[in-house]
Protein backbone atom coordinates (compact mmCIF):
# COMPACT_ATOMS: atom_id res chain seq x y z
CA UNK A 1 0.00 0.00 0.00
CA UNK A 2 1.76 3.09 -0.90
CA UNK A 3 2.42 5.53 1.97
CA UNK A 4 -0.33 8.15 2.68
CA UNK A 5 0.26 11.61 1.50
CA UNK A 6 0.48 14.55 3.46
CA UNK A 7 -1.79 17.14 4.22
CA UNK A 8 0.12 19.39 1.72
CA UNK A 9 -0.75 17.21 -0.62
CA UNK A 10 -4.14 16.77 -0.84
CA UNK A 11 -5.54 20.68 0.38
CA UNK A 12 -6.44 22.97 -1.59
CA UNK A 13 -4.15 24.69 -3.74
CA UNK A 14 -3.37 28.59 -2.57
CA UNK A 15 -5.05 31.28 -4.55
CA UNK A 16 -2.82 32.71 -7.27
CA UNK A 17 -1.59 36.39 -5.96
CA UNK A 18 -3.69 39.41 -7.25
CA UNK A 19 -2.22 40.55 -10.93
CA UNK A 20 -1.06 44.12 -10.32
CA UNK A 21 -2.33 46.74 -12.65
CA UNK A 22 -4.30 50.19 -13.19
CA UNK A 23 -7.64 50.19 -11.10
CA UNK A 24 -10.82 49.69 -12.49
CA UNK A 25 -11.69 53.39 -12.68
CA UNK A 26 -14.03 54.29 -15.61
CA UNK A 27 -14.23 58.22 -17.61
CA UNK A 28 -17.01 59.16 -14.73
CA UNK A 29 -15.18 58.12 -11.80
CA UNK A 30 -12.21 60.11 -13.26
CA UNK A 31 -14.40 63.19 -14.33
CA UNK A 32 -15.77 63.34 -10.69
CA UNK A 33 -12.35 63.00 -9.34
CA UNK A 34 -11.32 65.84 -11.85
CA UNK A 35 -14.20 68.31 -10.95
CA UNK A 36 -12.78 68.04 -7.32
CA UNK A 37 -9.27 68.64 -7.33
CA UNK A 38 -10.65 71.31 -9.93
CA UNK A 39 -12.25 73.30 -7.73
CA UNK A 40 -10.19 72.17 -4.64
CA UNK A 41 -6.90 73.42 -6.42
CA UNK A 42 -7.87 75.66 -9.27
CA UNK A 43 -8.16 74.16 -13.31
CA UNK A 44 -4.95 76.18 -13.54
CA UNK A 45 -3.42 75.03 -10.60
CA UNK A 46 -4.34 70.96 -11.09
CA UNK A 47 -2.15 68.68 -13.60
CA UNK A 48 -2.96 65.45 -15.02
CA UNK A 49 0.08 64.03 -12.80
CA UNK A 50 -1.64 65.61 -9.72
CA UNK A 51 -5.20 63.47 -11.26
CA UNK A 52 -3.41 60.48 -11.97
CA UNK A 53 -1.71 60.14 -8.41
CA UNK A 54 -5.17 60.65 -6.41
CA UNK A 55 -6.20 57.68 -8.90
CA UNK A 56 -3.24 55.28 -8.40
CA UNK A 57 -2.71 55.44 -12.49
CA UNK A 58 1.36 56.56 -13.84
CA UNK A 59 0.92 59.59 -15.77
CA UNK A 60 0.87 57.53 -18.90
CA UNK A 61 -1.95 55.32 -18.03
CA UNK A 62 -4.37 58.08 -17.30
CA UNK A 63 -4.59 59.04 -20.85
CA UNK A 64 -6.20 55.86 -21.66
CA UNK A 65 -9.34 57.14 -19.82
CA UNK A 66 -9.25 60.78 -20.78
CA UNK A 67 -7.36 62.27 -23.74
CA UNK A 68 -6.55 65.58 -22.10
CA UNK A 69 -7.88 68.21 -18.96
CA UNK A 70 -9.11 70.33 -21.58
CA UNK A 71 -11.67 67.39 -22.21
CA UNK A 72 -12.93 67.09 -18.79
CA UNK A 73 -13.00 70.46 -17.79
CA UNK A 74 -15.45 70.96 -21.02
CA UNK A 75 -17.30 67.28 -19.73
CA UNK A 76 -17.95 69.57 -16.34
CA UNK A 77 -19.08 72.40 -17.62
CA UNK A 78 -21.24 70.89 -19.96
CA UNK A 79 -22.66 69.04 -17.14
CA UNK A 80 -23.68 71.90 -15.24
CA UNK A 81 -25.22 73.99 -18.50
CA UNK A 82 -26.95 71.61 -20.05
CA UNK A 83 -28.64 70.96 -17.04
CA UNK A 84 -29.23 75.04 -16.76
CA UNK A 85 -30.57 74.49 -20.20
CA UNK A 86 -32.62 71.98 -19.62
CA UNK A 87 -34.40 74.15 -16.88
CA UNK A 88 -35.55 76.31 -19.06
CA UNK A 89 -36.26 74.61 -22.52
CA UNK A 90 -38.65 72.28 -19.86
CA UNK A 91 -40.45 75.20 -18.43
CA UNK A 92 -40.52 77.34 -21.67
CA UNK A 93 -41.90 74.27 -23.62
CA UNK A 94 -44.94 73.80 -21.11
CA UNK A 95 -46.70 76.31 -21.81
CA UNK A 96 -50.57 75.34 -22.34
CA UNK A 97 -52.27 77.10 -19.35
CA UNK A 98 -49.57 78.73 -17.72
CA UNK A 99 -48.24 82.01 -17.39
CA UNK A 100 -45.01 83.46 -17.63
CA UNK A 101 -44.69 83.83 -14.08
CA UNK A 102 -45.54 80.69 -13.29
CA UNK A 103 -42.65 79.20 -15.82
CA UNK A 104 -40.41 81.56 -14.62
CA UNK A 105 -40.79 80.12 -11.06
CA UNK A 106 -40.51 77.11 -12.20
CA UNK A 107 -37.25 78.14 -14.33
CA UNK A 108 -35.79 78.97 -10.66
CA UNK A 109 -37.29 76.07 -9.04
CA UNK A 110 -35.57 73.56 -11.69
CA UNK A 111 -32.18 75.95 -11.25
CA UNK A 112 -32.23 75.09 -7.72
CA UNK A 113 -32.48 71.23 -8.36
CA UNK A 114 -30.09 71.51 -10.89
CA UNK A 115 -28.10 73.33 -8.70
CA UNK A 116 -27.92 70.85 -5.79
CA UNK A 117 -27.59 67.26 -8.18
CA UNK A 118 -24.21 69.08 -10.15
CA UNK A 119 -23.07 71.16 -7.28
CA UNK A 120 -19.32 70.28 -7.91
CA UNK A 121 -19.94 70.78 -11.69
CA UNK A 122 -21.87 74.12 -11.09
CA UNK A 123 -19.13 75.53 -8.70
CA UNK A 124 -16.34 74.79 -11.16
CA UNK A 125 -18.77 76.41 -13.79
CA UNK A 126 -19.10 79.59 -11.71
CA UNK A 127 -15.20 80.30 -11.22
CA UNK A 128 -14.42 80.16 -14.80
CA UNK A 129 -13.08 83.25 -16.11
CA UNK A 130 -12.75 82.93 -20.22
CA UNK A 131 -8.97 82.11 -19.62
CA UNK A 132 -9.53 79.67 -22.69
CA UNK A 133 -11.80 78.43 -25.96
CA UNK A 134 -13.73 75.99 -23.43
CA UNK A 135 -14.13 78.85 -20.94
CA UNK A 136 -15.26 81.67 -23.15
CA UNK A 137 -17.89 79.20 -25.12
CA UNK A 138 -19.06 78.37 -21.17
CA UNK A 139 -19.34 81.79 -20.60
CA UNK A 140 -21.29 82.38 -23.96
CA UNK A 141 -23.38 79.84 -22.74
CA UNK A 142 -24.10 81.48 -19.65
CA UNK A 143 -25.34 84.55 -20.90
CA UNK A 144 -26.97 82.95 -23.52
CA UNK A 145 -28.83 81.35 -20.79
CA UNK A 146 -29.55 85.13 -18.91
CA UNK A 147 -31.15 86.39 -22.06
CA UNK A 148 -33.32 83.39 -21.78
CA UNK A 149 -34.40 84.17 -17.83
CA UNK A 150 -34.59 88.00 -18.99
CA UNK A 151 -37.02 87.12 -21.78
CA UNK A 152 -38.95 84.91 -19.67
CA UNK A 153 -39.09 88.09 -17.06
CA UNK A 154 -40.31 90.34 -19.50
CA UNK A 155 -43.59 88.08 -20.75
CA UNK A 156 -44.30 88.01 -17.17
CA UNK A 157 -44.27 92.07 -16.64
CA UNK A 158 -46.02 92.53 -19.95
CA UNK A 159 -48.51 90.11 -18.74
CA UNK A 160 -48.82 91.91 -15.06
CA UNK A 161 -47.32 89.63 -12.97
CA UNK A 162 -44.19 91.33 -12.30
CA UNK A 163 -43.51 94.92 -11.38
CA UNK A 164 -41.85 96.73 -13.98
CA UNK A 165 -39.37 98.93 -12.11
CA UNK A 166 -36.46 96.81 -12.13
CA UNK A 167 -35.31 95.74 -15.58
CA UNK A 168 -35.74 92.13 -16.41
CA UNK A 169 -31.79 91.92 -17.01
CA UNK A 170 -31.20 92.92 -13.39
CA UNK A 171 -33.84 90.27 -12.19
CA UNK A 172 -32.28 87.88 -14.11
CA UNK A 173 -28.98 88.20 -12.61
CA UNK A 174 -30.80 88.93 -9.12
CA UNK A 175 -32.42 85.38 -9.48
CA UNK A 176 -29.62 83.30 -10.41
CA UNK A 177 -27.85 84.98 -7.97
CA UNK A 178 -29.68 83.78 -5.61
CA UNK A 179 -29.92 80.36 -6.71
CA UNK A 180 -25.69 80.54 -7.41
CA UNK A 181 -25.16 81.59 -3.50
CA UNK A 182 -25.97 77.99 -2.86
CA UNK A 183 -22.38 76.76 -3.72
CA UNK A 184 -21.20 78.82 -0.90
CA UNK A 185 -22.99 77.02 1.88
CA UNK A 186 -24.83 74.41 1.18
CA UNK A 187 -23.70 71.09 1.75
CA UNK A 188 -25.04 67.86 1.11
CA UNK A 189 -26.71 66.38 3.87
CA UNK A 190 -27.47 69.09 5.90
CA UNK A 191 -30.81 68.17 6.98
CA UNK A 192 -32.41 70.31 4.28
CA UNK A 193 -34.15 68.37 1.26
CA UNK A 194 -33.54 69.46 -1.95
CA UNK A 195 -37.35 69.83 -2.78
CA UNK A 196 -37.48 71.93 0.44
CA UNK A 197 -34.67 73.90 -0.82
CA UNK A 198 -35.90 74.59 -4.24
CA UNK A 199 -39.59 75.59 -2.52
CA UNK A 200 -38.15 77.92 -0.12
CA UNK A 201 -35.62 79.77 -2.66
CA UNK A 202 -38.71 80.05 -5.37
CA UNK A 203 -40.75 81.10 -2.09
CA UNK A 204 -38.42 84.04 -0.83
CA UNK A 205 -37.23 85.47 -4.25
CA UNK A 206 -40.87 85.63 -5.24
CA UNK A 207 -42.81 86.70 -2.48
CA UNK A 208 -40.63 87.87 -0.10
CA UNK A 209 -40.40 87.60 3.44
CA UNK A 210 -42.93 89.28 4.84
CA UNK A 211 -46.35 87.84 5.42
CA UNK A 212 -49.34 88.78 3.32
CA UNK A 213 -51.16 91.55 4.55
CA UNK A 214 -53.94 89.63 5.63
CA UNK A 215 -51.71 87.50 7.36
CA UNK A 216 -49.61 89.86 9.07
CA UNK A 217 -50.04 90.62 12.90
CA UNK A 218 -51.18 93.27 14.15
CA UNK A 219 -49.27 96.26 15.55
CA UNK A 220 -48.68 96.24 18.96
CA UNK A 221 -47.27 99.49 20.99
CA UNK A 222 -44.68 98.23 23.49
CA UNK A 223 -45.60 97.81 26.85
CA UNK A 224 -44.00 101.04 28.99
CA UNK A 225 -44.39 101.29 32.77
CA UNK A 226 -45.68 104.02 34.42
CA UNK A 227 -43.15 106.31 36.17
CA UNK A 228 -42.46 105.73 39.55
CA UNK A 229 -43.93 107.80 41.66
CA UNK A 230 -42.25 109.23 44.68
Known amino acids: MAACESLADVSEPAPAAPRRGRPGYDQETVLRRAIELFNEQGYDG ?19 H ?26 SADVT ?3 AYQRLRDVVHRSVEVLVEHQPAVTLL ?52 MVNSLVEWHRAGGGVERAQLSEAITTIAFDGLALPAQQTPPHRTPHREAPHQA
Do not use: C, Q, W
Open 46 to 64: TSMGDLARELGFTKSAIYH
Open 66 to 91: VPSKTHLLALALDEALDGLTRAIDEA
Open 97 to 99: GRT
Open 126 to 177: LRVRGNSEVELEALRRRREIDARLAALVTEAIDEGSLRSDVPPALVSRLLFG
